[in-house]
């Protein structure tokens, strides 16, 4: 099989609610999605296409490129239709494989079950034709195969990318509560910024919103930050070719002229943890951290984007601590955030309620198996202005056609 050069399906997986972000991905990079859905977006392409989409993607969790598609009804089918396949032209004969799969099917009680019945069809099918058998295991550290097998439907892949693209890199120090990266990518992909007018983020915390914004806005992509993936264990894989992707990736990084990004918190060990973030992603000269209370960060008076990641209150007691934060942020925005547009991003929607200003959008995502809503305010300063931002950057998320049937 030459996956490098054979388009086939591409599978783009990411966490709940950040399909619209890498579907807006996928169209800046001039690729056409020909689906989406609450998870994924698909697209057609080879193994080429999927070193690309690895380097560049910042919203997604992995790249998944199809084998074979096809009914299956019991495991002795899918061990048949797996040892049909010419794994022989895929995995070094003494090289090393993971399984992992998503399976619902009544004949299967066990994920584990299913992950062995792939592994001994693909281990049969290798020493057959080779006369050896490669290794295999849990580690993501050679070839990774996945199956998804719902109902009668199930379809084989390559995971091209192994361990997860949501984390991308930088992140030497977590802090308290961070949220993941491709998720900060997610909120500022959906929001109203431009890309060059000033984005303040109050209670930063461990920078990853100020740090993906200041990436975004320069062109520099996460793989940049990253140098092992799955598809380099695939036979065929020409590093070469990957080397020359990285080096015009490197060669797209920008300076924009001007650009403001202002991060705070009250917290000195946060600003600090924040700091060391952003130069391992190497964009502290491009951040303006300080440390006070949110309600003296410094807003320049140009409008642009102003972003919130408050804590929701999880724990039994800390909501009704946590109202009157709400209801200063809200404050906060209408009395000094005038031309902005400002986003809080909140797991409670009723605190969200208490920041007292009506949302001009809810934006739904997931996070640790939480619903949460990215809240947008439009903060007009003196008589209402339609655009406080010009030329901003289309958001996807208009178009609420996403989800596939």
């Known amino acids: 099989m030459q996956v490098f050069t054979q388009p086939s399906r591409i599978i783009v997986t990411c966490n709940r ?4 972000g890498v579907q807006q991905e996928l169209t800046e990079l001039d690729y056409r999605p020909t689906g989406a859905f609450n998870t994924g977006v698909e697209l057609i392409g080879t193994m080429t296409d999927c070193i690309r989409l690895n380097l560049t993607l910042r919203c997604a969790s992995q790249v998944m490129y199809s084998l074979r598609k096809f009914r299956c009804e019991d495991p002795d089918e899918l061990y048949r239709v797996i040892t049909a396949i010419p794994w022989e032209s895929l ?52 070839t990774v195969v996945y199956l998804f097998w719902r109902n009668e439907d199930a379809e084989i892949f390559i995971d091209t990318s192994g361990e997860t693209l949501a984390k991308h890199g930088y992140r030497k120090i977590p802090g308290k509560a961070p949220m993941v990266e491709a998720l900060a990518m997610g909120t500022i992909l959906a929001s109203k910024w431009d890309r060059r007018s000033p984005f303040v983020n109050p209670m930063c915390g461990s920078g990853t919103i100020a740090i993906e914004a200041a990436l975004l806005a320069t062109k520099r992509y996460p793989g940049l930050l990253r140098s092992r993936y799955a598809f380099m264990h695939v036979l065929g894989f020409d590093r070469n070719l ?66 919130f990641n408050p804590e929701y209150g999880e724990r039994m007691g800390e909501e009704a601590d946590l109202i009157e934060t709400y209801s200063e942020i809200g404050d906060f925005m209408k009395k000094k955030c005038g031309g902005y547009w400002g986003y809080v991003f909140t797991g409670n929607r009723e605190l969200g309620k208490k920041i007292g200003l009506k949302p001009k959008r809810r934006i ?37 056609a996403y989800d596939l049937p």
């Open 242 to 307: 990957y080397r020359v992707e990285r080096e015009r990736l490197d060669q797209l990084k920008t300076e924009v002229d001007g650009l403001q990004i202002l991060a705070s918190d009250v917290s000195p060990e946060a600003v600090k943890i924040a700091r060391t973030n952003a130069e391992a992603a190497d964009v502290a000269n491009l951040i303006s951290f300080s440390v006070c209370d949110f309600r003296e960060t410094p807003i320049p008076e140009s409008g642009g984007v102003l972003m």
């Open 91 to 142: 995995i070094a004969s003494g090289g090393y494989f993971t399984v992992n799969s998503n399976v619902v099917h009544p004949s299967i009680r066990s994920g584990m079950f299913a992950n062995v019945k792939v592994k001994d069809a693909i281990v049969d099918r290798m020493r057959q034709a080779t006369g050896e058998r490669p290794d295999s295991g849990p580690e993501l550290r050679g």
């Open 364 to 400: 739904e995502f997931v996070t640790a198996q939480l619903d949460c809503r990215l809240l947008e305010f439009e903060l007009y300063s003196g008589t209402r202005r339609e655009k406080p931002l010009d030329d901003a950057v289309p958001n996807s998320r208009e178009n609420p």
């Open 17 to 20: 609610g950040l399909a619209p």
